[in-house]
């Protein structure tokens, strides 16, 4: 049964962890697309920008493999904030890049800070969020994902149309830092 008070006091609670993690989840799709027309004003070559799509997940698969045992052996927080001023670091940079292949090494070594990132955001919030507020955190967290899938591109489009790739680019590197807000917040300091 719905119970809407319950979700506000969920939102309430968490609210830092819910938009940062959304808002970074947001960034990521206004990237995607900002990504891809970079790479298109660079190169007008629709290879180049299928191979952003294949480095990615090859460096999430190649990092999986021993990202685990490295991340169970880690303060999980930590890593989040290191790994989260890497990615905007490395994003914030991208649109400097006149080479291809300087752009797909970002992206590579991007996406292996997001393999770190994401079990490590996975165990965070098990520890932090309570058990009995888990489902409703998970189902707030999903519908700001979904909904991020939904408008991210939309966004893109507009601040594209507003600014350039370039901008846009740079937003993504901002939401990895303000997601960062939430960790650095004493609110969720102690472990």
Request: with cysteine; aromatic share 18%; charged share 10%.
């Amino acid at each position: 049964m719905f119970n809407g008070g319950s979700i506000v006091k969920i939102i309430r609670k968490y609210w830092l962890l819910l938009v940062g993690l959304g808002f970074s989840n947001l960034g990521n799709w206004i990237y995607l697309v900002a990504l891809n027309l970079f790479v298109w004003h660079l190169t007008e070559s629709p290879a180049a920008m299928a191979g952003i799509f294949v480095v990615g997940p090859t460096a999430r698969v190649l990092t999986n493999l021993v990202a685990g045992s490295f991340i169970d052996r880690m303060n999980k927080r930590r890593l989040m904030i290191i790994t989260d001023i890497l990615r905007g670091l490395i994003v914030f940079c991208m649109p400097f890049m006149d080479f291809i292949w300087l752009i797909y090494t970002f992206v590579f070594l991007t996406n292996i800070a997001s393999s770190f990132f994401g079990p490590s955001s996975t165990f965070y919030i098990t520890k932090f969020v309570y058990f009995e507020d888990r489902q409703r955190f998970n189902a707030l967290l999903g519908t700001f994902n979904s909904g991020a899938f939904l408008v991210g591109p939309a966004i893109a489009g507009f601040f594209i149309m507003l600014f350039n790739t370039t901008v846009t680019i740079w937003f993504n590197s901002f939401t990895f830092l303000m997601c960062n807000g939430h960790l650095l917040s004493p609110q969720y300091r102690g472990w």
